[in-house]
């Protein structure tokens, strides 16, 4: 059973940057399928933010493109988020999962905060 742990948030001023890790057991998260970030901002439901693929194409949330990149080193079974010129609407507790259907169980989240 594939665990999922996020890292690597915290309080950014606009414009700033942020590297989420996701750290996951099994092969099969590593192998087989795709990898997403998703996040759940106050009073929102949670939403797909970025994906890759097993193939390796990815997906981007149109209010993140050209700001985050999702990347995965399957070497060290992990998936990041880089989160560039990060504004206050990024603010969100931020999820990884399989991609494009979220499968896993979720992991307890890292919490992204954009503050001005």
């Known amino acids: 059973q594939v665990q999922l742990v996020e890292s690597g948030g915290g309080l950014v001023q606009p414009g700033g940057s942020l590297r989420l890790s996701c750290a996951a057991s099994?092969?099969?998260?590593?192998?087989?399928?795709?990898k997403s970030w998703y996040r759940q901002a106050p009073g929102k439901q949670r939403e797909l933010v970025a994906g890759?693929?097993?193939?390796?194409?990815?997906y981007y949330l149109d209010s993140v493109k050209g700001r985050f990149t999702i990347s995965r080193d399957s070497a060290r079974n992990t998936v990041y988020l880089q989160m560039n010129s990060l504004k206050p609407e990024d603010t969100a507790v931020y999820y990884c999962n399989q991609y494009p259907t979220p499968t896993l169980p979720w992991g307890q989240g890292t919490q992204v905060t954009v503050s001005s």
């Open positions: 890759i693929s097993s193939g390796g194409s990815t």
């Open positions: 099994g092969s099969t998260f590593k192998i087989i399928f795709g």
